[in-house]
């Protein structure tokens, strides 16, 4: 989806239900609540996707998110939970080996649980939500920068354009996306969750949410990686040991570069931790882990051609919103 390139825009990351920090946020950007909607005279937003679940008011999340795309205010893209919201509401199509397009595991129940709690006693607004997901569109592009959650494939999205409604998820392509080795489950994988490599067989890592995981989220920027630990980008790392092992011929071919030369690329997704600033000149990843304490996040973008440390604005999460 094409969006306008002359604009001024303000790139938020992951709210997760935080959503006093949004109003925070939106304040020291100097929109305005006007006609209950946060507005800006000269500029917009675009939300990086995963509005919903883990926070304390993911409701009001959504409904400030919607009203500011509703009024002509903001973009929101499509993140990897609003597509397991979706998923867990579509069967799968037979053979799969899967009831729903996201399975009904502890795991994923745990992941929307806070969602459905807060809409238990909303079931027809959550419905009507769930059907404003499949107006979100994968990514955006406004030609000098690009926008998607997790990894901006120009293969991939070619291939998967004629396929979307104007850049938007369409119910069938959903549905195929329960069959793992399918192109639309590879597809959506790689835009909205990124670049999964596997570790060393045998070994797991336990993440911060207490998730037993076989892969590790990696970075799709660098030129020439020669160890684990050169293509890492998850806030807990890898053992030491691990990292400096050499990757495989069949580990290099795993991966995917986004060249420095490619356009700026915004994402969110990562957990990222510390001070807001470029994982690349070209790539800034806006997710700093607001759900869990952190930072929300935005980059204010002009009409720069690379990446300066000083636009990124953020506020800190309260425990309350946690």
């Given at each position: 989806?094409?969006?306008?390139?002359?604009?001024?825009?303000?790139?938020?990351?992951?709210?997760?239900?935080c959503?006093?920090?949004l109003?925070?946020?939106?304040?020291?950007?100097g929109?305005?609540?006007?006609?209950?909607?946060?507005?800006?005279p000269?500029?917009?937003?675009?939300f990086?996707?995963?509005?919903?679940?883990?926070?304390?008011?993911?409701?009001?999340?959504?409904?400030?998110?919607?009203?500011?795309?509703?009024?002509?205010?903001?973009?929101?893209?499509?993140?990897?939970?609003?597509?397991?919201?979706?998923?867990?509401?579509?069967?799968?199509?037979?053979?799969?080996?899967?009831?729903?397009?996201?399975?009904h595991?502890p795991?994923?129940?745990?992941l929307?649980?806070?969602?459905l709690?807060q809409?238990?006693?909303?079931?027809?607004?959550?419905?009507?939500?769930?059907?404003?997901?499949?107006?979100?569109?994968?990514?955006?592009?406004?030609?000098?920068?690009?926008?998607?959650?997790?990894?901006?494939?120009?293969?991939?999205?070619?291939?998967?354009?004629?396929?979307?409604?104007?850049?938007?998820?369409e119910?069938d392509l959903?549905r195929?996306?329960?069959?793992?080795?399918?192109f639309?489950?590879?597809?959506?994988?790689?835009?909205l969750?990124?670049?999964?490599?596997?570790?060393?067989?045998?070994?797991?890592?336990?993440?911060?949410?207490?998730f037993?995981?076989?892969?590790?989220?990696?970075?799709?920027?660098e030129?020439?990686?020669?160890?684990?630990?050169?293509?890492?980008?998850?806030?807990?790392?890898?053992?030491e040991?691990?990292?400096?092992?050499?990757l495989?011929?069949?580990?290099r071919?795993?991966?995917?570069?986004?060249r420095p030369?490619?356009?700026l690329?915004?994402?969110?997704?990562y957990?990222?931790?510390?001070?807001?600033?470029?994982?690349?000149p070209?790539?800034?990843?806006l997710?700093?882990?607001?759900?869990?304490?952190?930072?929300l996040?935005?980059y204010?973008?002009?009409?720069?051609?690379?990446?300066?440390?000083?636009?990124?604005?953020?506020?800190?999460?309260?425990?309350k919103?946690?």
């Amino acid at each position: 989806m094409q969006i306008d390139p002359d604009r001024s825009y303000d790139l938020i990351g992951d709210v997760h239900g935080c959503a006093d920090a949004l109003a925070h946020l939106l304040d020291r950007l100097g929109y305005h609540y006007q006609g209950g909607v946060w507005r800006h005279p000269r500029r917009q937003v675009i939300f990086l996707g995963d509005i919903i679940d883990r926070g304390a008011h993911i409701r009001g999340a959504l409904h400030m998110v919607r009203d500011m795309v509703d009024a002509g205010q903001a973009y929101c893209i499509l993140g990897n939970h609003e597509w397991s919201a979706l998923g867990w509401y579509m069967p799968a199509p037979p053979g799969s080996g899967k009831l729903f397009v996201r399975e009904h595991s502890p795991r994923f129940t745990r992941l929307l649980q806070e969602t459905l709690l807060q809409f238990e006693h909303h079931a027809e607004e959550w419905k009507a939500f769930r059907q404003w997901f499949y107006e979100l569109p994968l990514y955006l592009d406004g030609e000098r920068f690009r926008v998607v959650h997790a990894c901006w494939d120009s293969g991939v999205i070619a291939r998967l354009a004629p396929r979307l409604n104007r850049g938007c998820l369409e119910p069938d392509l959903l549905r195929e996306s329960a069959v793992d080795d399918s192109f639309a489950g590879q597809a959506l994988n790689r835009l909205l969750r990124g670049i999964d490599m596997p570790l060393p067989e045998g070994i797991t890592q336990t993440s911060a949410e207490g998730f037993v995981r076989s892969t590790f989220r990696s970075r799709f920027w660098e030129e020439n990686p020669r160890v684990y630990g050169d293509v890492v980008f998850q806030p807990d790392g890898l053992p030491e040991a691990i990292a400096r092992l050499p990757l495989s011929e069949r580990d290099r071919q795993r991966l995917f570069l986004y060249r420095p030369d490619d356009p700026l690329l915004f994402v969110g997704h990562y957990w990222c931790t510390g001070r807001p600033s470029p994982v690349a000149p070209n790539v800034a990843c806006l997710d700093y882990s607001a759900v869990r304490g952190g930072k929300l996040v935005a980059y204010r973008l002009d009409h720069e051609h690379q990446l300066d440390p000083a636009r990124f604005v953020w506020v800190n999460v309260e425990r309350k919103e946690i």
